[in-house]
């Protein structure tokens, strides 16, 4: 019953966050960069484009991460370190819902990119 309970809990945030994320999307396109102007202005423009769509692609791909975490939570695979099979703790998925390893195997990750 606690994982039900803890798997309901997770599957709200992650819905939230991806309702905020896509909320900052459809405001971010809707704003105009204005490049017309001096040379100045010009180049204030292209930064913010630039920028937006640096902040576009991150967010789209924390989208991704959060629709793969809803596909586990349906699959009944969510909680479930993808390396070696144990469950991560609760404690980790609430820090991080989009956690795909456990403690020891993601510091093996980070070992071998040393």
Same mark, same amino acid.
């Given at each position: 019953m606690a994982k039900k309970i803890f798997l309901k809990k997770i599957k709200n945030t992650l819905l939230e966050q991806r309702k905020n994320l896509l909320l900052s999307i459809n405001q971010t396109?809707? $704003?105009d960069v204005d490049m017309d102007g001096d040379e100045v202005d010009e180049i204030q423009g292209i930064l913010i484009f630039d920028l937006t769509n640096k902040f576009n692609t991150r967010t789209k791909d924390k +989208?991704?991460? +959060?629709? $793969?975490a809803l596909s586990r939570i349906d699959n009944n695979t969510y909680g479930m370190c993808e390396d070696c099979g144990d469950e991560i703790a609760e404690k980790r998925l609430l820090f991080n819902p989009h956690f795909t390893t456990c403690i020891s195997c993601a510091e093996e990750r980070e070992m071998e990119k040393q």
């Open positions: 396109l809707r $704003e +989208i991704f991460q +959060i629709n $793969e």
